[in-house]
């Protein structure tokens, strides 16, 4: 049995946007978020994340893959359970909690 390794992407929210926007210290005083300001927006990314563009890119890799490895797939079986392959964005339903 082959033993795959998993590849995992961990992403710290609040560093993310300490990037984009640094955080205020002796450097940037102006200009700058709060910590409480970057945990703030952290926690609504956190509760709106869209992660749509995340499964096309997957399913278009899948689809891509299996064209070149010359995977039968004359019933299009694959695409069948690749939900996203052809969802456009303006597609998704969001969740209005206000």
């Given at each position: 049995m082959t033993v795959h390794p998993d590849?995992?992407?961990k992403i710290n929210i609040n560093d993310l946007?300490?990037?984009r926007i640094p955080c205020c210290d002796l450097q940037h005083p102006e200009n700058c978020f709060t910590?409480?300001?970057v945990s703030?927006?952290?926690h609504n990314?956190?509760?709106n994340l869209n992660l749509?563009?995340?499964y096309k890119q997957v399913d278009k890799q899948i689809i891509s893959f299996v064209k070149n490895a010359g995977i039968e797939n004359k019933d299009n079986w694959v695409e069948s359970n690749l939900p996203d392959l052809d969802r456009d964005?303006?597609?998704?339903?969001g969740i209005d909690f206000e």
């Open positions: 590849f995992e992407i946007i300490e990037k910590e409480k300001q703030e927006i952290a990314i956190h509760i749509h563009d995340i964005i303006k597609e998704e339903v």
